[in-house]
């Protein structure tokens, strides 16, 4: 199954949110945002029903991009 | 009254009022520490939940017991989370200013958690969710 570039992009903000430091959060929450709003509008679906079907694809693809469980920047 | 007796009244009023300035001012700072230890707690649980949630849930195949005490676990996060946002009100932004803690953060925090909830306990069929996947990803609804 092929990720749509706005899907992916969901989860890199997903994953900036989840491991900024405190200080950084509200902006990454912010991009999230920005990033569902984007993907709901191109596939016609509301944000609540995106996030629910994507969830389960997070952790695929921090597989397939091999993101490191704790960055650096771990709060 | 002698004029020296009214100037020593009113000298002690005044060292009164500072000594209960005082004792306010302790109080306060006391209150605002009880608040910080509750707040550095909350994000302690919230970091371990964080580790357990990523190998349970989102890297690994959660079973219905993961759902189940995943759940709880927010619940009771979110719960905490929204008390600390209400008694952050009580404080002036200066008063965390030297712990680098704003209101605005604990906020974030907490909307970061009901956007977990929305993700893994949602109220969407099977059937919705596959139909969503398939608009998505391509293939069979």
Redo the contacts between chains.
Sequence with gaps: ????KS?AAIHEAKYE??FCN??E??QR?KD?KSALAVAAKE???SE????????RD??VW??QEKMP?LPDQN? | MKESVREDIRTTAEHWEWVRGLIRDIEREEKRDEFLKLLFQWDLAVREFRKVELTAMVLGQPNEKDFHFHSICLHSLLALGHSLILMAEAFEPKEFAHCQVEHGHIAAYVEELEQSFREWHHGFTDHEIAETKAKIFGGPS
Excluded at chain 1, 1 to 4: S, T, V
Excluded at chain 1, 48 to 55: K, R
């Design positions: 199954m092929a990720r749509p899907i949110l989840r405190g200080a959060k509200a929450l999230y596939f016609g679906v609540a029903m995106l996030e629910a079907t994507v969830a997070f952790g921090m597989k469980k709060r």
